[in-house]
């Protein structure tokens, strides 16, 4: 069992950056295991927003060159650096790991981009 838990999610303005962690507790987790955040908007379903696994790295097209994840393994850890962020990036960003075909899922936290 993996349980995972989002931090720094806020309120910002267009054109701000913001920096999302996620940390993850319980069973021992890997460099191959896939961890990846989504986002879902009000009204639309969840979507990949970026993955990490062995240092392979997928970006949604819409946030390419924008974002930016990270994750530490040994401390458990993925980041997301959020930069110039935009009006329709505001959702609830989850942070998910996909271990040995089991997914765990955060509760999420939510970014707000407001003027």
């Known amino acids: 069992q993996v349980q995972l838990e989002e931090f720094g999610g806020g309120l910002v303005q267009p054109g701000g950056s913001l920096r999302l962690s996620c940390a993850a507790s319980?069973?021992?987790?890997?460099?191959?295991?896939?961890m990846g955040w989504y986002r879902q908007a009000p009204g639309k379903e969840r979507e990949l927003v970026a993955t990490?696994?062995?240092?392979?790295?997928n970006y949604a097209d819409s946030v390419k060159g924008r974002f930016t994840i990270s994750r530490d393994n040994a401390k458990k850890t993925m980041d997301l650096q959020m930069n110039s962020l935009k009006l329709e990036d505001t959702a609830v960003y989850y942070c998910?790991?996909?271990?040995?075909?089991?997914?765990?899922w955060g509760k999420g936290t939510l970014v707000t981009v407001s003027s």
């Open positions: 998910n790991i996909d271990r040995w075909g089991v997914n765990y």
């Open positions: 319980g069973d021992t987790i890997y460099s191959i295991n896939p």
């Open positions: 990490i696994s062995n240092a392979i790295i």
